[in-house]
Nanobody
Framework: QVHLVESGGGLVQAGGSLRLSCAAS????????MGWFRQAPGKEREFVAA????????GYADSVKGRFTISRDNAKNMVFLQMNSLKPEDTAVYSC?????????????????????WGQGTQVTVSS
């Protein structure tokens, strides 16, 4: 089991940047694929970015491709989301999620139901 805690959210002007962090408990973090999702008011939670256990494979939603970068540091049990060129429509609660996968594949996952563990989320607000 893994416990996830996000940080780094806040208020930023359009065009600005933020770096979200997700700290994971447990000694088997490197065997988890990780993802970032977001939920805006009145909308369903949507996929943002994902990364395999090693950091080799990554995937992004079309809406953030070229602006956001997901990365991880397995030695520190951390996953990050660097967000650049932020837009007002990026405003949402951002949550990280974990899925146990083992080290035999380089898959990442983009569907909510594919993840077993979720953090509480961190608010990102982008003003125009």
């Amino acid at each position: 089991q893994v416990h996830l805690v996000e940080s780094g959210g806040g208020l930023v002007q359009a065009g600005g940047s933020l770096r979200l962090s997700c700290a994971a408990s447990g000694r088997t973090f490197s065997s988890y694929a990780m993802g970032w999702f977001r939920q805006a008011p009145g909308k369903e939670r949507e996929f943002v970015a994902a990364i395999d256990w090693s950091g080799y494979s990554t995937g992004y939603a079309d809406s953030v491709k070229g602006r956001f970068t997901i990365s991880r540091d397995n030695a520190k049990n951390m996953v990050f989301l660097q967000m650049n060129s932020l837009k007002p429509e990026d405003t949402a609660v951002y949550s990280c999620a974990a899925r146990p996968t083992g080290s035999g594949t380089n898959y990442y996952y983009i569907a909510r139901h594919q993840y077993a563990y979720w953090g509480q989320g961190t608010q990102v607000t982008v003003s125009s």
